[in-house]
């Protein structure tokens, strides 16, 4: 028996669609482009070489041709660094197949070619440069891929980098000429000349012969590539990353009204600074976003199960369009199945969702006496809870609840991808749930009475996801254990069953390796988890978790190659706001906007849902 998917017949051996081919693995790494990638890194290093060292540059033929007329040694030896500099900086590209680095690299090869040439006197370094010039315009078919989204800020980047490495590579061009060298110059001296040729300009230090001519020359050429890369950076055309339109959020939203309550993370596909792919029938979705060159997707495919397969191929299609490394964030274990033998691709455990089976809470019993303890405690001091849908609240103080949120996260950034909206009180979200504690002072502060927030968003018609928490700081505490307590005895009269609170990164490993028998892989694996919740809140999460007696759901991180992992976590950092590349204004010097509501993303801090 066979069953329809997106035009196709699905079933029989898995992996493989009715027309009996294997689906799509993902863009796997080419062989020729790697190759071309890295030769494009040696032949750059022997340029540079060629440019910056004397002994690269010993020959008859080139005391010879220092004084025949017309000899251009100097600007030669210039040409052949800032070509080596260029094919670095063109390296990465070309390993990624983008078609801008292979025409890049096609006009460079034959400057670097004459360079060596010319300067060296080396048949056997153009030989090589002409080498690598051959296979490029052969595979040129193989370098396709489309521009990454991209921004401003990348001009900037590049500044400091490339004046950094040209500083440094600067100080060895001055420093490797010491029997032509007049005097001993210091470092102050050196570091001086450099700075000033990198501007065209003369420095402190002096050398005999046509040295100083070289020196001057090469320390140009360095200063010339940064600014002209960092000028062509910064006044191309942005290529800005895709944003949910109203359209694509529309379809999303009729999705997750059939099939919504199937994946907790279903309604954080809502986010509006992700791009969404769609089956080709419409029944399916997946959205993601692109960090440094990995296109991250969040959570299971939406929509219809049966669909899946068809949304799967649009996105490994558009990752390989781009030459973007795939990689999905948090899946199921369903979402995790499907994805492997859809793409072939491998499955990692992150850790485990903490779901809270609302008919099966309650305060009673041993297990829970710390939560009860606590609870009452508050509630003695003045504090009660009110819980409401957002579509319930009136508009001055759903407003104050927005500000108060962005006042109270604990970082300066936003928090949030895979598990966080990322804004309060929008208007098509007034299925989403607020619970806030409050208590009367004798002096009011900004906000009232409020005192703190939690915000979830739907999950199918009888579910919740816990998006974010925020406190006031001088709130007394406890303030989340008392409104996660509050939601949950308040989840009834909503048709709320079940409720999704944090996930807990490894939680596995920290549960096994603190129970007696552990062996030592295992003590020691916790331990390094430990010791890393300095920093992220690996454990303070599992045991928040824990004290409310959730039932574990484990979700999974999709990938390529392990030796993707490293730049899949940095990405992921990145797209969760823990790693911040932009520098970002003091909060003080930010706008405020009443409306539409800023994002809220995840916490900052202790208040997280995920680290």
Same mark, same amino acid.
């Given at each position: 028996?066979?069953?329809?998917?997106?035009?196709?017949?699905?079933?029989?051996?898995?992996?493989?669609?009715?027309?009996?081919?294997?689906?799509?693995?993902?863009?796997? !790494?080419?062989?020729?482009?790697?190759?071309?990638?890295?030769?494009?890194?040696?032949?750059?290093?022997?340029?540079?070489?060629?440019?910056?060292?004397?002994?690269?540059?010993?020959?008859?033929?080139?005391?010879?041709?220092?004084?025949?007329? +017309?000899?251009? =040694?100097?600007?030669?030896?210039?040409?052949?660094?800032?070509?080596?500099?260029?094919?670095?900086?063109?390296?990465? =590209?070309?390993?990624?197949?983008?078609?801008?680095?292979?025409?890049?690299?096609?006009?460079?090869?034959?400057?670097?070619?004459?360079?060596?040439?010319?300067?060296?006197?080396?048949?056997?370094?153009?030989?090589?440069?002409?080498?690598?010039?051959?296979?490029?315009?052969?595979? &040129?078919?193989?370098?396709?891929?489309?521009?990454?989204?991209?921004?401003? @800020?990348?001009?900037?980047?590049?500044?400091?980098?490339?004046?950094?490495?040209?500083?440094?590579?600067?100080?060895?061009?001055?420093?490797?000429?010491?029997? &032509?060298?007049?005097?001993?110059?210091?470092?102050? %001296?050196?570091?001086?000349?450099?700075?000033?040729?990198?501007?065209?300009?003369?420095?402190?230090?002096?050398?005999?012969?046509?040295?100083?001519?070289?020196?001057?020359?090469?320390?140009?050429?360095?200063? @010339?590539?940064?600014?002209?890369?960092?000028?062509?950076?910064?006044?191309?055309?942005?290529?800005?990353?895709?944003?949910?339109?109203?359209?694509?959020?529309?379809?999303?939203?009729?999705?997750?009204?059939?099939?919504?309550?199937?994946?907790?993370?279903?309604?954080?596909?809502?986010?509006?600074?992700?791009?969404?792919?769609?089956?080709?029938?419409?029944?399916?979705?997946?959205?993601?976003?692109?960090?440094?060159?990995?296109?991250?997707?969040?959570? %299971?495919?939406?929509?219809?199960?049966?669909?899946?397969?068809?949304?799967?191929?649009?996105?490994?299609?558009?990752?390989?369009?781009?030459?973007?490394? !795939?990689?999905?964030? +948090?899946?199921?274990?369903?979402?995790?199945?499907?994805?492997?033998?859809?793409?072939?691709?491998?499955?990692?455990?992150?850790?485990?969702?903490?779901?809270?089976?609302?008919?099966?809470?309650?305060?009673?019993?041993?297990?829970?006496?710390?939560?009860?303890?606590?609870? $009452?405690? #508050?509630?003695?001091?003045?504090?009660?809870?009110?819980?409401?849908? #957002?579509?319930?609240?009136?508009?001055?103080?759903?407003?104050?609840?927005?500000?108060?949120?962005?006042?109270?996260? /604990?970082?300066?950034?936003?928090? /949030?991808?895979?598990?966080?909206?990322?804004?309060?009180?929008?208007?098509?979200? +007034?299925?989403?749930?607020?619970?806030?504690?409050? $208590?009367?002072?004798?002096?009011?502060?900004?906000?009232?009475?409020?005192?703190?927030?939690?915000?979830?968003?739907?999950?199918?018609?009888? /579910?919740?996801?816990?998006?974010?928490?925020?406190?006031?700081?001088?709130?007394?505490?406890?303030?989340?254990?008392?409104?996660?307590?509050?939601?949950?005895?308040?989840?009834?009269?909503?048709?709320?069953?079940?409720?999704?609170?944090?996930?807990?990164?490894?939680?596995?490993?920290?549960?096994?390796?603190?129970?007696?028998?552990?062996? !030592?892989?295992?003590?020691?694996?916790?331990?390094?988890?430990?010791?890393?919740?300095?920093?992220?809140?690996?454990?303070?999460?599992?045991?928040?978790?824990?004290?409310?007696?959730?039932? @574990?759901?484990?979700?999974?991180?999709?990938?390529?190659?392990?030796?993707?992992? !490293? &730049?899949?976590?940095?990405?992921?950092?990145?797209?969760?706001?823990?790693?911040?590349?932009?520098?970002?204004?003091?909060?003080?010097? &930010?706008?405020?906007?009443?409306?539409?509501?800023?994002?809220? =993303?995840?916490?900052?801090?202790?208040?997280?849902?995920?680290?």
């Amino acid at each position: 028996m066979s069953v329809r998917i997106d035009g196709e017949v699905s079933g029989g051996v898995p992996g493989r669609s009715s027309r009996g081919r294997r689906l799509p693995r993902g863009p796997r !790494p080419e062989s020729v482009p790697v190759l071309v990638g890295r030769a494009a890194t040696l032949v750059g290093l022997l340029d540079i070489a060629a440019g910056v060292f004397p002994r690269f540059r010993h020959s008859r033929m080139h005391a010879l041709a220092e004084v025949l007329p +017309g000899s251009f =040694g100097p600007f030669a030896a210039a040409l052949s660094l800032s070509s080596g500099v260029l094919l670095l900086l063109l390296a990465h =590209g070309l390993k990624r197949r983008k078609r801008r680095a292979w025409r890049a690299a096609v006009a460079l090869l034959p400057v670097g070619a004459a360079a060596q040439f010319a300067y060296r006197h080396s048949i056997v370094g153009a030989l090589i440069a002409v080498a690598l010039l051959v296979p490029l315009l052969r595979h &040129r078919d193989q370098f396709a891929a489309l521009p990454d989204p991209r921004s401003r @800020w990348r001009a900037l980047a590049n500044f400091v980098l490339m004046s950094a490495g040209s500083v440094l590579l600067g100080l060895v061009i001055v420093s490797v000429h010491p029997g &032509r060298t007049i005097g001993d110059p210091s470092l102050a %001296d050196r570091l001086t000349h450099v700075i000033y040729g990198l501007f065209g300009f003369e420095g402190p230090v002096d050398y005999q012969g046509n040295t100083s001519w070289t020196v001057a020359f090469s320390l140009g050429a360095l200063g @010339w590539i940064t600014a002209v890369t960092t000028i062509y950076l910064a006044f191309r055309p942005e290529h800005p990353a895709a944003r949910l339109t109203e359209e694509d959020e529309e379809k999303l939203r009729a999705l997750l009204a059939r099939h919504g309550g199937r994946d907790s993370l279903g309604h954080f596909a809502l986010r509006r600074d992700k791009a969404v792919v769609f089956s080709p029938s419409g029944k399916a979705a997946v959205t993601y976003r692109v960090v440094s060159g990995v296109m991250l997707a969040s959570g %299971d495919p939406i929509g219809d199960v049966e669909a899946w397969p068809g949304a799967i191929e649009r996105f490994m299609d558009e990752a390989r369009a781009h030459s973007w490394t !795939p990689a999905v964030m +948090g899946c199921s274990e369903t979402g995790g199945e499907v994805w492997t033998r859809e793409t072939g691709l491998d499955a990692l455990e992150l850790g485990d969702e903490a779901v809270v089976d609302v008919a099966d809470f309650s305060l009673a019993g041993r297990a829970m006496r710390n939560v009860r303890q606590m609870v $009452k405690r #508050i509630e003695r001091a003045g504090y009660e809870t009110r819980v409401r849908r #957002i579509r319930d609240l009136g508009e001055a103080e759903l407003e104050r609840i927005r500000r108060a949120a962005e006042d109270w996260r /604990g970082t300066d950034t936003e928090r /949030g991808f895979s598990m966080a909206l990322g804004r309060i009180g929008d208007p098509a979200d +007034g299925d989403c749930l607020i619970a806030t504690a409050h $208590k009367q002072d004798d002096e009011p502060g900004e906000y009232g009475d409020l005192k703190a927030i939690l915000h979830f968003v739907p999950w199918g018609k009888d /579910g919740v996801s816990l998006d974010l928490m925020r406190r006031d700081r001088s709130a007394d505490p406890g303030m989340n254990e008392l409104l996660i307590v509050a939601a949950l005895q308040a989840a009834g009269k909503f048709g709320i069953t079940r409720v999704s609170l944090n996930f807990a990164m490894f939680r596995s490993a920290l549960a096994r390796g603190e129970k007696i028998g552990a062996g !030592p892989v295992l003590r020691a694996w916790r331990g390094l988890l430990v010791f890393l919740s300095r920093w992220f809140q690996i454990e303070s999460l599992y045991k928040f978790n824990a004290k409310f007696r959730p039932r @574990w759901e484990p979700r999974f991180l999709v990938y390529r190659a392990s030796a993707d992992l !490293p &730049r899949i976590g940095f990405a992921a950092m990145q797209a969760e706001g823990f790693v911040t590349l932009a520098v970002p204004l003091p909060r003080f010097l &930010r706008r405020r906007r009443p409306a539409p509501p800023r994002p809220c =993303g995840h916490v900052g801090e202790r208040d997280v849902r995920a680290a």
